[in-house]
């Protein structure tokens, strides 16, 4: 057990609706990763917050936003929903994503199925 | 070219076998280099490191670097059915602090 939770670990839903992905970090952490994981691409990094502010930012669509609560909680939001959105979401958090040797610890992922 | 090449297998050993995993990464300004273990439906978990080049090891496991030819390697001596998972191929992207590249990981399987 990594200690960053993820819920729903499933979600099903139809094309053009939005849903809401949350996100524990590990006690004491202060990054929040995104990382969406589909059998084509492979797990591809979506975007970092670091104490509630916005860190970086990676291959992530203008339909999905996410952010990071005063409490560290991170949730992402995805819109619009298409078919080719289905994949899983992984959170992922680490100390501080500052320095380099910094781990990233992995939640258990949440599945979304588009239909 | 991605940035980090995997040959996605999947790979079938007996027991006992020693496993070499490898993968190739494109931009020579990489230097941290990490291998992560995913197990089927969970979320990936960090294996080992290694900065710059040279060999590094943990038990059963040695990760090698060579930066002059951007080859990464993996070997499992004495592999194990619990060794069975996908080995991603990680490293780190310095310019934005934090993100990680992953190559598309190659599917291991050991078998009794």
């Known amino acids: 057990d990594s200690g960053v939770t993820q819920t729903p670990k499933h979600l099903i839903t139809a094309t053009g609706q939005r849903v809401t992905l949350r996100c524990s970090p590990r006690?004491?952490?202060?990054?929040v990763y995104w990382y969406q994981q589909s059998l084509d691409q492979g797990l591809q990094f979506l975007i970092q917050?670091?104490?509630?502010?916005?860190?970086a930012k990676g291959n992530i669509l203008e339909r999905f936003s996410a952010q990071q609560f005063p409490d560290l909680h991170s949730e992402l939001n995805l819109s619009s929903l298409e078919l080719g959105d289905s994949a899983l979401y992984f959170c992922a958090s680490s100390v501080s994503g500052q320095h380099l040797t910094d781990t990233q610890y992995f939640g258990p992922g949440t599945r979304l199925t588009v239909l | 070219q991605k940035e980090v090449e995997q040959d996605p297998g999947p790979l079938s050993v007996p027991e006992g076998a020693i496993v070499s995993l490898n993968c190739t990464y494109s931009?020579?300004?990489?230097?941290?280099f990490m291998w992560y273990r995913q197990y089927s439906r969970k979320g990936p978990e960090l294996l080992m490191y290694?900065?710059?080049?040279g060999n590094k090891e943990d038990g059963r496991f040695t990760a090698q670097v060579d930066k002059s030819s951007k080859y990464i390697s993996l070997f499992i001596r004495d592999s194990q059915p619990s060794d069975s998972a996908t080995y991603l191929c990680v490293t780190r992207d310095g310019g934005s602090q934090g993100n990680l590249i992953f190559g598309k990981g190659t599917k291991l399987s050991v078998k009794p």
């Open positions: 917050y670091y104490n509630g502010e916005e860190r």
């Open positions: 290694t900065y710059s080049s």
């Open positions: 006690s004491g952490d202060l990054s």
């Open positions: 931009n020579s300004a990489f230097q941290y």
